[in-house]
T-cell receptor
Framework: EADIYQTPRYLVIGTGKKITLECSQT?????MYWYQQDPGMELHLIHY???????EKGDLSSESTVSRIRTEHFPLTLESARPSHTSQYLC???????????????FGPGTRLTVT | AQSVAQPEDQVNVAEGNPLTVKCTYS??????LFWYVQYPNRGLQFLLK??????LVKGSYGFEAEFNKSQTSFHLKKPSALVSDSALYFC??????????????FGGGTRVLVKP
């Protein structure tokens, strides 16, 4: 079992609220990722980070923002939640290290967000 | 640009029969290929990967995958499926070139249903 954690696991919130989805890993991985998984099951990369103070937009445009102040922590924030943000959000991490272990992404359990 | 396709939304198989989940990819350079599995209400779990070397890769839970460069495919196989293999399976690819960074591109997922 990978040491990557997401909280909350489930969240139901009203439109206009500010929310932060937490993601933490204890593996010392430099690289971290946020994916959005829609009801049709597809995974879309929305943010990634290659290390502290590094954040990049992913392939899918998202109104969320991320920060990476500590290696182990990669929170995702929505300033004003809308029903269109309803989705499953998956956090992942990977290490830079030996080639044989590079690129393997370890995923958290996900946060299922519902905006009413 | 890199892309991956999983042509089947769902695969149904009887327990004890062979299981195949198809994946084809497109990259400009050499591919790094991955399979992940997602059980209900869980994050993705790494199954296996192809980086270089033998075209037949063995992974967790008795799964294996065969890299076929001429057909640009990386099909996932299991000789004898179990009911507990019922899950969502994702193929992923990234170009081995540095310009691609470490971003994986995921396929749309294939739901596997193993019936007793």
């Amino acid at each position: 079992e990978a040491d990557i954690y997401q909280t909350p696991r489930y969240l139901v919130i009203g439109t206009g609220k500010k929310i932060t989805l937490e993601c933490s890993q204890t593996m010392g991985h430099d690289k971290m990722y946020w994916y959005q998984q829609d009801p049709g099951m597809e995974l879309h990369l929305i943010h990634y980070s290659y290390g502290v103070n590094s954040t990049e937009k992913g392939d899918l445009s998202s109104e969320s923002t991320v920060s990476r102040i500590r290696t182990e922590h990669f929170p995702l924030t929505l300033e004003s939640a809308r029903p269109s943000h309803t989705s499953q959000y998956l956090c992942a991490s990977s290490e830079v290290g030996p080639r044989e272990r590079r690129d393997e992404q370890y995923f958290g359990p996900g946060t299922r967000l519902t905006v009413t | 640009a890199q892309s991956v396709a999983q042509p089947e939304d769902q695969v149904n198989v009887a327990e004890g029969n062979p299981l195949t989940v198809k994946c084809t990819y497109s990259v400009s350079g050499n591919p790094y290929l991955f399979w992940y599995v997602q059980y209900p209400n869980r994050g993705l779990q790494f199954l296996l990967k192809y980086i270089t070397g033998d075209n037949l890769v063995k992974g967790s839970y008795g799964f294996e995958a065969e890299f076929n460069k001429s057909q640009t495919s990386f099909h996932l196989k299991k000789p004898s499926a179990l009911v507990s293999d019922s899950a969502l399976y994702f193929c992923a690819v990234r170009d081995s070139g540095k310009a691609a960074g470490n971003k994986l591109t995921f396929g749309g997922g294939t739901r596997v249903l193993v019936k007793p």
